[in-house]
């Protein structure tokens, strides 16, 4: 029995960008607009199963605090896509050194309610700048991509 090619060896997937992100990532892949019922980040064809919510630190504590109850419900909906992620574009030590508090937010507590999200299951990632958060995002998109084309495969589809 040949082995089926799970897709063309130039294959890569296509990023959906939320047509309310106001400042979109630049991807090397190619990226279309769209509206997401969930989330700033998307593949085409998988927008049921892969969601990416992106916050810079300031709107993560804007997020923490006067927006808490829409980020709340918007966690809540992201739990619902099997492939789920909140990206940080910051980094732990950022939060660590105290950036938050100039938006009167401590920052232990910003940790702890990450730790919290995750426990709640939706995983929470860290990029240091734009560019590697669009990185991530499309290796991402490419794996899971390429595990659900393998699945498809296996089952004849």
């Known amino acids: 029995m040949s082995k089926l090619p799970?897709?063309?060896?130039?294959?890569?997937?296509?990023?959906?960008?939320?047509?309310?992100?106001?400042?979109?990532?630049?991807f090397s892949f190619p990226s279309i607009t769209g509206t997401l019922s969930t989330a700033d980040y998307s593949v085409a064809g998988l927008e049921e199963d892969f969601a990416v919510e992106r916050k810079s630190l300031p709107d993560l504590f804007g997020s923490l605090t006067s927006g808490r109850d829409r980020f709340r419900r918007e966690l809540q909906r992201l739990l619902a896509y099997p492939f789920?992620?909140?990206?940080?574009?910051?980094?732990?030590?950022?939060?660590?050194?105290?950036?938050?508090?100039?938006?009167?937010?401590?920052?232990?507590?910003?940790?702890?309610?990450?730790y919290a999200i995750e426990a709640r299951g939706v995983p929470v990632a860290f990029a240091p700048t734009p560019a590697t958060a669009a990185a991530l995002i499309e290796r991402w998109a490419y794996w899971r991509a390429r595990e659900i084309l393998k699945t498809a495969a296996a089952l004849g589809i």
């Open 84 to 114: 789920r992620r909140l990206l940080v574009i910051g980094s732990e030590y950022e939060i660590e050194q105290g950036l938050s508090r100039a938006r009167g937010v401590n920052p232990k507590a910003v940790l702890h309610s990450l």
């Open 6 to 26: 799970l897709a063309p060896a130039e294959w890569i997937p296509t990023i959906v960008v939320d047509t309310r992100e106001q400042t979109p990532l630049s």
